[in-house]
Nanobody, 117 residues
Framework: QVQLVESGGGLVQAGGSLRLSCAAS????????MGWFRQAPGKERGLVAA???????YYADSVKGRFTISRDNAKNTVYLQMNSLKPEDSAVYYC???????????WGQGTQVTVSS
């Protein structure tokens, strides 16, 4: 079993920055891929950014050039640095980890990000 705990959400003005953190426990952190998802009211949850076990990253088009995902295997933590935030980035952000088949099966409780205009 893997436990994921997010932190770092909050209220920020448009153009500002936030850094989300996700601390993992329960399994060797370096053995799974990590992702950040978000869900706004009335919308489906979608993948924002991901980093593989080997450090390969993926970004949704809407956040490319503004968000950076990184992982620190020594600290069992994955980060999402969010710059140039826009009101449309407002959502609950979830951290997720992959299982042995590569699917995201472990989820954190979510952290709220609100960007005011």
């Amino acid at each position: 079993q893997v436990q994921l705990v997010e932190s770092g959400g909050g209220l920020v003005q448009a153009g500002g920055s936030l850094r989300l953190s996700c601390a993992a426990s329960g399994r060797t952190f370096g053995s799974f891929g990590m992702g950040w998802f978000r869900q706004a009211p009335g919308k489906e949850r979608g993948l924002v950014a991901a980093v593989s076990r080997g450090g390969i990253t993926y970004y949704a088009d809407s956040v490319k050039g503004r968000f950076t995902i990184s992982r620190d295997n020594a600290k069992n933590t994955v980060y999402l640095q969010m710059n140039s935030l826009k009101p449309e980035d407002s959502a609950v952000y979830y951290c997720a980890a992959t299982g042995v088949n590569g699917a995201y099966v472990y989820w954190g409780q979510g952290t709220q990000v609100t960007v005011s205009s």
